[in-house]
């Protein structure tokens, strides 16, 4: 009887992607480490959560990772071990998605002689049951993921100070004298939206798995012109928090991601809050605002822009969940 194979003598598949950024090796290590930033900096990272932390520097975290892999919205868990002195970050994953059974792998940033920086992404795999399918399709998304978050962390990473004028984050809120569900519900059928809201044209909703939306929308602008932007959602009921992000945006901006909160203010009605992070693309605003256009006024168009369509949701929002407990 032949034996059978175990974890140990299977084949293991090793990948290694590289790049050079023009940036110090620690502005580097810092926006790798920081997955709070993830979403804004890496294409395929719609959403991350902090899990677990060790409480010194460095030490070991654990995360759960929401990120587009081909043409679906996979989620895993993984562990991480940070060494700042060192500039790795080690991961592992705890709870993979299928066709996965196993991934890991390794960040390096190292200082070259002329200054630049060295950035190296390792991953090793296997896939269930070694299916050679399974294995083609991982290899694709490792592939083309290890390219798009290298040159992402490239661009970002070059943009030095820069960032500062281009990143931000604003919020906006309503006060509602109703349930946090029923405002959760609002917001989360968002298939009803152009029935329901006076800037949304069209909107075709579809979910990858049970509270993972894909959103194709046409909103109305102030003028009569419309634009289309398609969406990533990750909806959580139980804490009634919705977070998203946009995977085409308008010219201006180079990231878009945003969430919807709703909190209890235990006298009986709820705080529902619209928060927004952006990242300017300067190439993109001088071309859709002229050439001589600043990124202050920038900033301030799509403050103006985005909180008008926000707002505007959550005083519907809360118009429906008041009208709700009205009738109840």
């Known amino acids: 009887m032949a034996p059978t194979a175990t974890s140990e003598t299977r084949a293991l598949h090793v990948t290694e992607h590289s790049i050079t950024v023009a940036a110090s090796p620690a502005a580097v290590y810092a926006l790798v480490a920081d997955v709070a930033e993830w979403p804004q900096v890496f294409g395929p990272t719609v959403h991350v959560e902090v899990l677990e932390e060790a409480p010194e520097e460095g030490g070991e975290q654990l995360l759960r990772i929401w990120a587009i892999a081909g043409d679906k919205v996979r989620t895993w ?3 991480r071990v940070l060494d700042p002195a060192g500039r790795t970050i080690t991961f592992r994953q705890v709870v993979t998605a299928p066709p996965v059974e196993s991934m890991g792998g390794e960040w390096r940033v190292q200082e070259l002689e002329d200054g630049t920086t060295r950035v190296t992404l390792l991953h090793d795999y296997r896939a269930v049951d070694d299916a050679p399918d399974a294995e083609a399709l991982i290899e694709q998304a490792v592939d083309r993921n290890s390219r798009a978050e290298l040159l992402a962390l490239k661009n970002t990473a070059e943009q030095g100070e820069d960032r500062e004028e281009l990143h931000f984050t604003f919020s906006d ?13 609002f917001l989360d059928r ?5 029935q ?18 894909r959103m194709d929308m046409d909103t109305r602008s102030p003028d009569g012109s419309t634009h289309n932007t398609t969406s990533v959602r990750v909806c959580f009921e139980d ?29 009986g009605t709820v705080r529902a809050t619209s928060w927004h992070t952006v990242t300017l693309d300067p190439a993109g605003v001088r071309t859709a605002l002229g050439p001589d256009a600043t990124l ?12 008008t369509n926000s707002s505007t949701t959550l005083r519907h929002a809360k118009k429906f969940a008041e009208e709700v407990r009205a009738e109840a």
């Open 77 to 79: 868990t993984s562990r």
């Open 196 to 213: 329901r809201l006076p800037h949304v044209a069209r909107l075709d909703l579809s979910e990858d798995e049970q509270g993972i939306q």
């Open 296 to 307: 202050a006024e920038a900033r301030a168009l799509v403050r103006r822009t985005l909180g």
């Open 173 to 185: 809120s309503e006060t509602v004298f109703g349930a946090a569900g029923d405002v959760f519900a």
């Open 239 to 267: 804490r009634k928090v919705i977070v998203y992000k946009q995977l085409r945006v308008p010219v201006a901006m180079s990231g878009h991601t945003g969430r919807w909160v709703i909190e209890s203010l235990g006298d």
């Open 190 to 194: 968002a298939d009803l939206w152009p």
